[in-house]
T-cell receptor, first 112, second 116 residues
Framework: GDSVTQMEGPVTLSEEACLTI???????????LFWYVQYPGEGLQLLLK?????DKGSNKGFEATYRKETTSFHLEKGSVQVSDSAVYFC???????????FGTGTKLQVIP | DAGITQSPRYKITETGRQVTLMCHQT?????MFWYRQDLGHGLRLIYY???????DKGEVPDGYVVSRSKTENFPLTLESATRSQTSVYFC???????????????FGNGTRLTVT
């Protein structure tokens, strides 16, 4: 079945450091890929998405590229801020939202 | 304000009791979903609904019951709570199930349930 594997956290970075959170997936067909962010005490929010190979999703300085050859969708940001501290979930969608598969989440802590 | 609201935010109950978690959305989205979030598992789908009076099981439905008599409400009931149902529960909605550009999942802020 479909699965998403993302790097375990927590990840602790200093402000203005570069961020990469790895995500790889296993799926049949051609899924859509997502990154969701969960701030403390809140629900998940869609951060970015990509629907086909080589697409790049971007939002709020974050970006991720759909790499079919390596089945990856790594999340990157060039300079993190304290306000980016949150849990980040990689997810894939194959056949409708009733079939969305989430990774286990990676907690990011950015220290001043 | 438009949005998706869950109640209560926190709930403590005893093993064997029935408890209902409420979810209300103001967008008139067709699709609604219930997930549970557990460490090491990410989010797992419990039940979903494509429209009023249409519901279906997700990945982990055992021990849960849902109903959808009105489009805007999608309550989740634990008929006889067990300790393994201690979790954070999220309700979500979407205009469609397809994941198209204009229909992302919108999540509520969650209900933290503890079963003692």
């Amino acid at each position: 079945g479909d699965s998403v594997t993302q790097m375990e956290g927590p990840v602790t970075l200093s402000e203005e450091a570069c961020l990469t959170i790895n995500c790889t997936y296993t799926a049949t067909g051609y899924p859509s890929l997502f990154w969701y962010v969960q701030y403390p005490g809140e629900g998940l929010q869609l951060l970015l998405k990509a629907t086909k190979a080589d697409d790049k999703g971007s939002n709020k300085g974050f970006e991720a590229t759909y790499r079919k050859e390596t089945t990856s969708f790594h999340l990157e940001k060039g300079s993190v801020q304290v306000s980016d501290s949150a849990v980040y979930f990689c997810a894939l969608l194959s056949g409708g939202y009733q079939k969305v598969t989430f990774g286990t989440g990676t907690k990011l802590q950015v220290i001043p | 304000d438009a949005g998706i609201t869950q109640s209560p935010r926190y709930k403590i109950t005893e093993t064997g009791r029935q408890v209902t978690l409420m979810c209300h959305q103001t967008w008139s989205h067709s699709y609604m979903f219930w997930y549970r979030q557990d460490l090491g598992h990410g989010l797992r789908l419990i039940y979903y609904s494509a429209a009023a009076d249409i519901t279906d099981k997700g990945e982990v439905p055992d021990g849960y019951v849902v109903s959808r008599s009105k489009t805007e409400n999608f309550p989740l009931t634990l008929e006889s709570a067990t300790r393994s149902q201690t979790s954070v529960y999220f309700c979500a909605s979407s205009e469609s199930s397809s994941g198209a550009d204009n229909s992302p999942l919108h999540f509520g802020n969650g209900t933290r349930l503890t079963v003692t």
